[in-house]
Structure formats: structure tokens, C-alpha cells
């Protein structure tokens, strides 16, 4: 029999489940007190103990006042130490300065959770801004969460709790709210109660000082009984923790969001089109999408959205088929879904020959399918039916108009059958008011959401298609793509040699150098600082030949006559050089204004102090088929780094035809990327020419990305153009913008999505002498571990996993993409990686540690395949993830393990663990590690 496997139970999201949590406290506390408690009519003090008293939680209230003996007849208390009980939850209802201290004083009696509702604080200016900053303190001395400050407050209507200053509890369901704006609380909950829906938490946030977004993301996404979470953005604080919840739970639970202000900030003066094209909404619309967030634009849509996710499946693709029994809805349905860049559902013939069978001679025959007013209920129903049966069709949207034949109520009842149709949804207009109210009631209680008009109906289907693409980019299996080789630490000493110098930008020379390092093709590019090198260098190249303006200033060459081509012999070059000498001095001469120049300071419009012609450079003209598209990153202030891709050329401003998206990129990425752009339709294959190569597109995507995120130093990147055709990529031109030198590192915005963390990356020799490399998992390693579960036996899977566990639920793609797909700001996975003679690599171990949810606290778990066991590798494992833990400020690694699984008891000794039974269970054991306090 093999040996058993060093394995433990399974760590992530599939047990984390159930454990307490340290917002718990904010929906089930026992005790609650509110600091600030009134009998003053219309206070807040009055109107949140008032709120918690007529709510009942199963919980006990203590009012805290000192200027008082009681309130609403209930004894207070001076202070929160004076209570006879220790607090849970305390609601904070005080003047803005005196909350510090009153948060020291809830610290001090072990209170675990706090909501501020009082304002005054960080909204007022810098004196608001240190108050805020003194209760944060506290809070993290006493592990206290504390929500707001500057909030309504919190209800949940399942638990009972209402610890807000609104008017009226919201009614129970499975939809979690949570806004920024009290405002909006008070208008949303009054909506609410007057049109039946129901919540499962109902949250205001306020002003974030301590649990974020990221915080309720995770909790609810952690609620068996929220469903949905929607969201009311104002800011988006801490952006890593917002896109980190927001990826782990958008899988299981849509997560939509309204974001006010999408109108653009007042514009800013860019060195680059980069710079110039990126607007904070468009880089919050590109977040949104690597994590599958849905936004909306409308408050309706928020609940629409939430309701039609809840009771209709998501498509599998974009095309809708639309069937209606007049002509006018129809039409203003498909024009909605064009608007839309929606894809109307071609009909196939075995359709249509089904549909002639059974509809008038005079029906559209094509989608929209028009049954025409007379149709009755069945014949609608019937139509339904086999347009819905339809291979092309992804989704159906169903109109009726309240004419001729038609019963509102009874074609309701005839749809019901279709309510539920595998893998589309339906969704339902039926147009007469009062009419079809009956009608509606039938479809809404058989799970066919309906909307008051087709547009609306077609909006919701593309929102729809739109969160099953963003969730397929998310976990979709990418393809790997060679490292740079080495290229990050000699681009950095170029880079910082010119930062010493005191430069902000790097000339095209240097910039294509950079470039190539990073395996992007670039023209050749020769640099002549005189007419005579000129015309050396393009003689020696061969004509035509394009000369560019090489400057140390000037980043946007045309704009001064920077530019020569189809140059055909030497004496146009010698004139072409001389031509755009005399034109920059002219028009950039020092002491101009250039709008294309940088000041000292890097940025554009500046005065030029220094000669702005330095020479020029070289180049064969291209002569390739293709298209000029443009690539470029710029650094955002709140999200980092930010990609770019589009149609480029001189026009690339005026078509605006780009799309964003946060690195680092895989394949699949790159891909999604590309297909936001109009430009991309036209890559594939477009009036006879043949299609680019998109592979070697994504791949050059890849590297682009890893150069913007290995290369901090960077501020903003342009290639444009690069040339694409079907015979190849080329970068004609390029420029690199730096940050100014005296910007240390860390305070330059962190990129949003934690990149690979290379530094994991170590060699390891096991005690047979062989060698293995030990790094984090990528996406791409996918295929590895299928063959890795594959080789495991049965023992082995027991001992990890506690129960048998089939190979095919082991190495399902839903299953391993939670475990490829790695946010390294939440756990990190491990892979043991070993060559194979004449093969591909093997996979023969995994180590892996996940953050418990709130918590600086980490569950960390060993599988080793049996070839492997017994060799030192299953110790080597846990020894890297206790590396990884303490990096991460991690207090506390624990894992659960059989009893009988001595050898993971043997390792986890080794290496400190404290080991003891179960109390519950005594077939587990339990081992510890303290990692000591977190700073």
C-alpha cells in the first residue's frame, strides 16, 4: 500500500465557509449599545434605539448617556464600561470630537464591532481627516471593525437587527444593498417597501475608514442567504481589496453596481495619446470587467438585474431572438439591441419552415418572429416554443401588445412552460397598463421577469450576455507565454541611468531598445546626430528610408515637422535632415512653448530650455499590409497601471476607437481586450484581406503587460503605430515617458491586481537528488494538474481531502480554475514543477496557504504525488508557504489533518506546530503555528 500523502484538508474557499467571521457582529450581535442615546424627538440618538427596540434581534439594547438616567424608559449608562454586559455592537451617535475618545473607551471594554453614524470627519477637510485618522488607531490596537463613519447605519431584515436612523425596516429577502450615499439608503428603502422586495442586508458604508468594500464583499458573498449583492458607488477606496472580493465571489453571486460621476474630470494635458485617451470611468469600467462585476446605469436596472439573475439562467452567447405580436414593439426592440451592439439570432431554416407551418402567410419570417395581432394565446405560445427550440437562439424576449385576439393572462399562462428552457432566458413586455397586469403577476410568480417596455426587456438580455462574457475572461484557461528571459534588470539600469541624468522621457532610440528587450518587434532603427550619418546609415539600410526627429523634449514629432518620408535617394535625405532641423528649431526653438514638449517636471506644454533637435534616426520604410493600431499604458491615480489598446495612427485621437484593461494579462485577457475595439473585426479578416495573426498578437499583449508591471519606473508608454498584417508585427515608433526620480516606489499607486510574484520562484533538491523548482501556480497550469490528480491513488486523495473524491470532480476546469486562477492578495498556491526527459514538465506537488476572511489568520494544506512522497518534498513545501505567511504579516497558519496521518504530523512538528486533537472530532487533528503579531 503507498505511503499516505502529507495532506491536510482542503483550505480555501470550500471549507472557509462556517467559520466565524469578525463582521458577524454587525448582523447578530447579543449586546448592542447606542453612545448618544436620546429622548429628544427626531434625534438620531432617539431614532436608532427606538429603530434596535421595535425591531427585535433576540439581543439586548443599553443606551449610553451620561447627561441622562434613562431613555424611552430603559436605564442608561455614562459610559460603555459602566454596562452590566459586555458589548457585541456599539452605535456611535456623538459630536465628530468626541468619537476618538469614545472608540479608546469601546476598545478598552472589548466592544468587537462599532458603526459611526456621527459625521465631521475626514468630508470636512484635514482637522475632520485626523479624527478619523485617531479612530482608526484605536480600532486596529483593539482588532475592533468599525463601519462608517458618516452612515445610516446597518438593518438586517433576516436577523432583525436595525441599527440605522431610517424610518422603516426593510422587508426580508436574499438581495444584499450597499451604498455610499445615506440619501439614496432612505429613497431605496422607501421604493423597497412600497414595491414588495426585500433584502438581505441593508447596509450604508459611509466614508470606509476601516471595513471597505472589499470587506462586505467577502462577508456577503459568504451568506447562504444573499443571492445577489448590489451596489451604490461613490468611491472606490482601496481598489486591490474591491477587485479581490469582487473576483472571488462574482463566480457564484452577481455582483451589480451603479457608479456615480461618469462624466469626465476636467481634461488634463497628457505627453501621450495614452495619457490623453484614459479617463478614471473608462479605467473603472475596465476593473469592473476583469473581475465580472456588472455595471448598470440606472437605479432600475440595479433590481432588474437582480431579479432577472435570481430567476433566469445566464446566456451562453449574444444572440437574441425576439417574437412579438405587433409589428412596432418588434422594431423598437431590434433597434435597442443595435444600439446595443447586440446580435439578432439567425433563425435557421428548419425554423422557419416550422414557424411557416403553423403562422399566417403574412408573418415577418425572420427574427423578430411576428405572429401578427390575431394570433391567439396557443398559436403565441406555440411560436415561443419552437423559436426557443432554435440551435442559433442564446435568449428570447417575448412582446405583447394588448390587441385583436390576444389575451394578456391566458398567453401568460400558455409561456409558463417555457420558463424555465436550459441555458436561455426569457424575458417578458407585455404592453396594455392595467390591462396586463394580471398577465404580468402569472409571469413574474412562474419565473419570467417582466419590464414595462422592449427596450428595457432588450437591456437586461445584454446585460445579461455582457456578465457571462466578463465571467468567462475571468477563468478561462490561457495559453502560456515565454518570460523576457532576463530582459527586467538590464531595461532598469537603462531606465534609471536616465532618471540620473534627470530625464523624464527617453528618446524613440532608447524606447524601441526597451521594447525589443521585451520581445516586441520594433523596426530598425539607426541614430545619426549629422547629415553625413544620415546618409551613411540609409544608404547602408537601403531606400525608401523615413527620418524622425530624435530629441530629449519632444515627444509628439509631427506637431514640429519632425517627420520625413519616402525618402529615395541620399540627397533627399540630406534635405529631408536639414528640413527637419530647421523646423523644430523654428517652431520648438528654446524659449517656445511646444505643446508636444515636456517641462522639467514631465509633464506636457512645456517651455524647452535646451536644444530640442538632437539628430535624427533612420528607418526602412515598411512596406507591410496591415493595420496601425496603437498599444500604450499610462499610470491612473487610484487603479495603477493601465492598458491600452485601439486603432492607432495620427488619427487615433479623433476615432477613439481604444479599449482598457488593468495588468498583468494572460492570453485570454489579451483576447477580451482586443475585442472591445471596433478595430478588432477588421484583425480577423476584412474585405478580402487576410487575418492577422491573432495569436501572435495576444502573446505580444502578454509581454507588453509584464514590461508595464516589472518596470515601475515608467509613467506612461506610447507604440504607436504598431503595424499588424497577416505577415507580421512591427513598432514604428514608441516613447517612454519616466517618473520623475525623487517619486520613491512605494509612493507611485500599486497596481490593482497583484502581479506573479516571481520572487516565490526557487529550486529545490529533494533527498534522491533530484531537482525540482518550486514556484506559485498560474493560470496556465491547468493541463499539469489534471495529470498531477491523475497520478495520485486513492490513499492519497483520503488523506487530503478526508473522503474519496473522483477523478472527474477532482480535475473538473470549474474546480481548477479556483486553484490556477490565484489571487495572490488572498492565498498563494505552490506548485512543485520537475522536468520530464523529451516532455512537458510535471507537476508533482502543491503547497498552498488562503487567508481566513477578515482575518490575519491562514489555513494552509500539502499534497504531494506518490512518486514524490517520502523524498523531503511534502517539508520543502510547507517551509516555502510559512515563508510566504510571515511576508504576508500572517499571525497565525493552521491546518486540520487526519489522525491517522502521521507523516503530515511529523512535518508539521518539524517545522513548530503545535499539534492537539479536535475537541469536536476526534478522528482530526489540529496544528498551529504562531507567526507572531502583525504590525
Given at each position: 500500500m503507498p505511503q499516505p500523502s502529507p495532506a491536510t484538508a482542503e483550505p480555501a474557499h470550500d471549507i472557509l465557509r462556517g467559520r466565524a467571521h469578525p463582521l458577524d457582529v454587525f448582523f447578530a450581535p447579543k449586546t448592542v449599545a447606542v453612545i448618544g442615546a436620546s429622548d429628544k424627538p427626531a434625534s438620531v440618538g432617539r431614532t436608532v434605539i427606538w429603530n434596535l427596540l421595535s425591531n427585535p434581534f433576540g439581543g439586548?439594547?443599553?443606551?449610553?448617556?451620561?447627561?441622562?438616567?434613562?431613555?424611552?424608559?430603559?436605564?442608561?449608562?455614562?459610559?460603555?464600561?459602566?454596562?452590566?454586559?459586555?458589548?457585541?455592537?456599539?452605535?456611535?451617535?456623538?459630536?465628530?470630537?468626541?468619537?476618538?475618545?469614545?472608540?479608546a473607551e469601546c476598545v478598552e471594554a472589548g466592544v468587537k464591532g462599532v458603526i459611526i453614524i456621527s459625521a465631521g470627519f475626514k468630508e470636512t477637510g484635514p482637522k475632520g481627516a485626523e479624527l478619523?485618522?485617531?479612530?482608526?488607531?484605536?480600532?486596529?490596537?483593539?482588532?475592533?471593525?468599525?463601519?462608517?463613519?458618516?452612515?445610516?447605519?446597518?438593518?438586517?431584515?433576516?436577523?432583525?437587527?436595525?441599527?440605522?436612523?431610517?424610518?422603516?425596516?426593510?422587508?426580508?429577502?436574499?438581495?444584499?444593498?450597499?451604498?455610499?450615499?445615506?440619501?439614496?439608503?432612505?429613497?431605496?428603502?422607501?421604493?423597497?417597501?412600497?414595491?414588495f422586495v426585500g433584502f438581505s442586508s441593508f447596509?450604508?458604508?459611509?466614508?470606509?475608514?476601516?471595513?471597505?468594500?472589499?470587506?462586505?464583499?467577502?462577508?456577503?458573498?459568504?451568506?447562504?442567504?444573499?443571492?445577489?449583492?448590489?451596489?451604490?458607488v461613490e468611491s472606490i477606496g482601496d481598489p486591490r481589496s474591491f477587485l479581490s472580493a469582487a473576483r472571488q465571489v462574482a463566480l457564484t453571486k452577481p455582483i451589480i453596481v451603479i457608479k456615480a460621476g461618469r462624466s469626465p474630470a476636467a481634461a488634463r494635458a497628457a505627453a501621450s495619446h495614452t495619457g490623453a485617451l484614459t479617463g478614471s470611468d473608462e479605467v473603472l469600467d475596465a476593473a469592473f470587467r476583469r473581475v465580472g462585476v456588472l455595471r448598470v446605469d440606472s437605479i432600475a436596472d440595479l433590481f432588474?438585474?437582480?431579479?432577472?439573475?435570481?430567476?433566469?439562467?445566464?446566456?451562453?452567447?449574444?444572440?437574441?431572438?425576439?417574437?412579438?405580436?405587433?409589428?412596432?414593439?418588434?422594431?423598437?426592440?431590434?433597434?435597442?439591441?443595435?444600439?446595443?451592439?447586440?446580435?439578432?439570432?439567425?433563425?435557421?431554416?428548419?425554423?422557419?419552415?416550422?414557424?411557416?407551418?403553423?403562422?399566417?402567410?403574412?408573418?415577418?419570417?425572420?427574427?423578430?418572429?411576428?405572429?401578427?395581432?390575431?394570433?391567439?394565446?396557443?398559436?403565441?405560445?406555440?411560436?415561443?416554443?419552437?423559436?426557443?427550440?432554435?440551435?442559433?437562439?442564446?435568449?428570447?424576449?417575448?412582446?405583447?401588445?394588448?390587441?385583436?385576439?390576444?389575451?394578456?393572462?391566458?398567453?401568460?399562462?400558455?409561456?409558463?412552460?417555457?420558463?424555465?428552457?436550459?441555458?436561455?432566458?426569457?424575458?417578458?413586455?407585455?404592453?396594455?397598463?392595467?390591462?396586463?397586469?394580471?398577465?404580468?403577476?402569472?409571469?413574474?410568480?412562474?419565473?419570467?421577469?417582466?419590464?414595462?417596455?422592449?427596450?428595457?426587456?432588450?437591456?437586461?438580455?445584454?446585460?445579461?450576455?455582457?456578465?457571462?462574457?466578463?465571467?468567462?475572461?475571468?477563468?478561462?484557461?490561457?495559453?502560456?507565454?515565454?518570460?523576457s528571459g532576463g530582459a527586467a534588470s538590464g531595461v532598469r539600469t537603462a531606465i534609471e541611468a536616465a532618471r540620473a541624468a534627470g530625464r523624464t522621457i527617453l528618446t524613440e532610440f532608447e524606447s524601441k531598445q526597451i521594447l525589443r528587450a521585451y520581445g516586441i518587434p520594433v523596426v530598425e532603427t539607426r541614430l545619426a546626430l549629422s547629415e553625413d550619418d544620415a546618409a551613411r546609415e540609409a544608404n547602408a539600410l537601403g531606400y525608401p528610408v523615413a527620418l524622425k526627429l530624435h530629441s530629449g523634449t519632444i515627444t509628439h514629432k509631427t506637431d514640429v515637422g519632425g517627420v520625413q518620408l519616402y525618402l529615395t535617394d541620399e540627397a533627399a535625405v540630406r534635405r529631408a535632415y536639414a528640413a527637419i532641423a530647421a523646423s523644430v528649431r523654428e517652431r520648438a526653438g528654446c524659449g517656445?512653448?511646444?505643446?508636444?514638449?515636456?517641462?522639467?517636471?514631465?509633464?506636457?506644454?512645456?517651455?524647452?530650455?535646451?536644444?530640442?533637435?538632437?539628430?535624427?534616426?533612420?528607418?526602412?520604410?515598411?512596406?507591410?499590409?496591415?493595420?496601425?493600431?496603437?498599444?500604450?499604458?499610462?499610470?491612473?491615480?487610484?487603479?495603477?497601471?493601465?492598458?491600452?489598446?485601439?486603432?492607432?495612427?495620427?488619427?487615433?485621437?479623433?476615432?477613439?476607437?481604444?479599449?482598457?484593461?488593468?495588468?498583468?494579462?494572460?492570453?485570454?485577457?489579451?483576447?477580451?481586450?482586443?475585442e472591445q475595439t471596433r478595430i478588432f473585426k477588421a484583425l480577423e479578416g476584412a474585405r478580402g484581406r487576410r487575418a492577422v495573426d491573432m495569436g501572435a498578437l495576444e502573446q505580444l499583449l502578454v509581454r507588453f503587460s509584464r514590461l508595464v508591471m516589472e518596470q515601475r519606473a515608467i509613467r506612461e508608454i506610447d507604440v504607436n503605430p504598431l503595424l499588424v498584417s497577416a505577415d507580421g508585427i512591427l513598432a514604428l515608433d514608441a516613447r517612454i515617458l519616466l517618473n520623475d526620480a525623487s517619486i520613491p516606489e512605494e509612493q507611485l499607486p500599486p497596481p490593482a491586481i497583484r502581479p506573479y510574484p516571481s520572487r516565490y520562484v526557487a529550486p529545490a533538491t529533494l533527498k534522491d537528488g533530484s531537482t525540482v523548482t518550486i514556484r506559485p501556480i498560474r493560470p496556465e497550469d491547468e493541463t499539469l494538474m489534471?495529470?498531477?490528480?491523475?497520478?495520485?491513488?486513492?490513499?492519497?486523495?483520503?488523506?487530503?481531502?478526508?473522503?474519496?473524491?473522483?477523478?472527474?470532480?477532482?480535475?473538473?476546469?470549474?474546480?481548477?480554475?479556483?486553484?490556477?486562477?490565484?489571487?495572490?492578495?488572498?492565498?498563494?498556491?505552490?506548485?512543485?514543477?520537475?522536468?520530464?526527459?523529451?516532455?512537458?514538465?510535471?507537476?508533482?506537488?502543491?503547497?498552498?496557504?488562503?487567508?481566513?476572511?477578515?482575518?490575519?489568520?491562514?489555513?494552509?494544506?500539502?499534497?504531494?504525488r506518490d512518486s514524490c512522497q517520502r523524498l523531503g518534498l511534502g517539508t520543502e513545501l510547507l517551509r516555502r508557504v510559512i515563508a510566504f505567511a510571515r511576508d504576508e504579516k500572517i499571525r497565525v497558519l493552521g491546518a486540520d489533518t487526519l489522525a491517522e496521518n502521521v507523516e503530515m504530523q511529523q512535518i508539521c512538528r518539524k517545522l513548530g506546530f503545535e499539534i492537539h486533537r479536535h475537541a469536536d472530532d476526534p478522528s482530526l487533528v489540529r496544528a498551529v503555528l504562531q507567526l507572531g503579531d502583525a504590525p
Open positions: 439586548t439594547v443599553f443606551p449610553v448617556n451620561p447627561a441622562r438616567d434613562a431613555v424611552l424608559g430603559i436605564k442608561a449608562y455614562p459610559n460603555i464600561a459602566a454596562t452590566p454586559a459586555r458589548v457585541d455592537l456599539a452605535v456611535i451617535a456623538t459630536p465628530a470630537a468626541t468619537v476618538p475618545g469614545v472608540i478619523e485618522a485617531q479612530i482608526v488607531a484605536h480600532a486596529r490596537r483593539g482588532r475592533m471593525r468599525v463601519i462608517g463613519p458618516n452612515c445610516v447605519g446597518l438593518m438586517s431584515p433576516l436577523t432583525g437587527i436595525n441599527a440605522t436612523f431610517l424610518g422603516a425596516m426593510a422587508r426580508p429577502g436574499d438581495v444584499a444593498f450597499v451604498s455610499q450615499s445615506g440619501a439614496l439608503c432612505a429613497a431605496i428603502l422607501d421604493w423597497s417597501l412600497r414595491e447596509i450604508s458604508i459611509g466614508s470606509m475608514a476601516d471595513v471597505d468594500w472589499g470587506d462586505l464583499i467577502d462577508y456577503l458573498g459568504d451568506d447562504p442567504r444573499t443571492r445577489s449583492i448590489i451596489l451604490y432588474f438585474m437582480a431579479e432577472v439573475l435570481a430567476k433566469q439562467p445566464r446566456p451562453r452567447g449574444p444572440r437574441l431572438a425576439i417574437v412579438t405580436n405587433a409589428g412596432g414593439p418588434g422594431v423598437l426592440a431590434t433597434d435597442a439591441l443595435a444600439a446595443l451592439g447586440g446580435e439578432p439570432a439567425p433563425l435557421t431554416p428548419a425554423t422557419l419552415k416550422a414557424l411557416d407551418a403553423i403562422l399566417p402567410p403574412h408573418w415577418s419570417h425572420g427574427n423578430p418572429v411576428d405572429t401578427l395581432g390575431d394570433a391567439s394565446p396557443a398559436l403565441y405560445a406555440k411560436a415561443v416554443q419552437i423559436t426557443a427550440q432554435d440551435e442559433n437562439t442564446d435568449g428570447l424576449v417575448v412582446l405583447l401588445a394588448a390587441q385583436g385576439l390576444a389575451d394578456p393572462a391566458e398567453t401568460a399562462e400558455a409561456l409558463k412552460t417555457q420558463a424555465h428552457l436550459p441555458g436561455k432566458p426569457i424575458l417578458a413586455c407585455f404592453m396594455g397598463g392595467a390591462q396586463v397586469a394580471p398577465a404580468e403577476s402569472i409571469l413574474n410568480r412562474s419565473g419570467i421577469p417582466t419590464f414595462p417596455y422592449p427596450d428595457a426587456a432588450v437591456r437586461m438580455f445584454h446585460y445579461m450576455w455582457r456578465y457571462t462574457y466578463n465571467l468567462r475572461g475571468i477563468y478561462e484557461t490561457p495559453q502560456w507565454v515565454a518570460d517656445a512653448p511646444v505643446p508636444g514638449a515636456l517641462n522639467e517636471t514631465g509633464c506636457s506644454g512645456g517651455v524647452l530650455t535646451a536644444d530640442p533637435f538632437l539628430g535624427v534616426t533612420v528607418q526602412p520604410m515598411v512596406r507591410l499590409d496591415g493595420y496601425e493600431v496603437i498599444l500604450g499604458s499610462t499610470l491612473d491615480p487610484q487603479f495603477g497601471p493601465v492598458l491600452l489598446f485601439g486603432a492607432g495612427g495620427q488619427l487615433v485621437e479623433i476615432f477613439h476607437d481604444r479599449a482598457l484593461a488593468l495588468p498583468p494579462l494572460n492570453t485570454t485577457l489579451a483576447r477580451r481586450m482586443m489534471v495529470k498531477f490528480h491523475q497520478a495520485l491513488s486513492e490513499r492519497s486523495v483520503y488523506m487530503r481531502y478526508f473522503h474519496t473524491l473522483s477523478l472527474d470532480r477532482r480535475v473538473a476546469h470549474e474546480r481548477l480554475t479556483r486553484i490556477c486562477f490565484v489571487d495572490y492578495d488572498r492565498e498563494m498556491v505552490l506548485v512543485a514543477e520537475r522536468p520530464v526527459p523529451g516532455g512537458e514538465s510535471q507537476i508533482v506537488g502543491v503547497g498552498r496557504a488562503s487567508r481566513l476572511p477578515g482575518k490575519d489568520e491562514a489555513e494552509t494544506a500539502i499534497l504531494v
